[in-house]
């Protein structure tokens, strides 16, 4: 168990609709990463905060938003949602901004767009 | 620009072998570099990094890894495989110097290990 919890595990939903996808970090961890893992295995960078502040962004769509709130829990927000929209979102948490390269990963919402 | 290559999609190797899964990097200074393992199903779980010092490290569930930089590689080794390290492997890097700390990742090879 790597302390980073995720909710939902699973979620299925229509294409345009919205959902959010909710992670709570390792106590102590203040960064907080989001990543789009594809069926094609791929692992795509999404977006990396830190003390709730935005430290990086990558491959994020503009339908995708994400904040980290006071407790330091995060929130992804997916929007307009569409087929291939439908992947594996991961949360990670590291203890400082990401220094040691050590990320503890969650164990992944699976969204599937239909 | 930093860059990681895993250049086999999968690797096959029957239990009880040595593995090794490939891992080739880019950055334009000192690397930092790390493997992750992704078991069916589950998150991705930190397994070693080389950061600086011996070029052999070693890390969890009896696996290591070995420092190249003059072949710019960090492969992934166990002299003994089991079924069990069935799984994805992700190399990633980050530049000592990127103050952003961001890792690239490569894009996985799949390891099954046939009894």
């Known amino acids: 168990d790597s302390g980073v919890t995720q909710t939902p595990k699973h979620l299925i939903t229509a294409t345009g609709q919205r959902v959010t996808l909710r992670c709570s970090p390792r106590?102590?961890?203040?960064?907080v990463y989001w990543y789009q893992q594809s069926l094609d295995q791929g692992l795509q960078f999404l977006i990396q905060y830190y003390n709730g502040e935005e430290r990086a962004k990558g491959n994020i769509l503009e339908r995708f938003s994400a904040q980290q709130f006071p407790d330091l829990h995060s929130e992804l927000n997916l929007s307009s949602l569409e087929l291939g929209d439908s992947a594996l979102y991961f949360c990670?948490?590291?203890?400082?901004?990401?220094?040691?390269?050590?990320?503890?990963f969650g164990e992944g919402s699976r969204l599937t767009v239909l | 620009a930093q860059s990681v290559a895993q250049p086999e999609d999968q690797v096959n190797v029957a239990e009880g072998n040595p593995l090794t899964v490939k891992c080739t990097y880019s950055v334009s200074g000192n690397p930092y570099l790390f493997w992750y393992v992704q078991y069916p199903n589950r998150g991705l779980q930190f397994l070693l990094k080389y950061i600086t010092g011996d070029n052999l490290v070693k890390g969890s569930y009896g696996f290591e890894a070995e420092f190249n930089k003059s072949q710019t590689s960090f492969h992934l080794k166990k002299p003994s495989a089991l079924v069990s390290d069935s799984a994805l492997y992700f190399c990633a890097v980050r530049e000592e110097s990127d103050s952003n700390y961001q890792l690239i990742w490569g894009a996985g090879t799949k390891l099954i290990i046939k009894p």
């Open positions: 990670a948490s590291s203890v400082s901004g990401g220094v040691t390269g050590e990320l503890f």
């Open positions: 106590s102590g961890d203040l960064s």
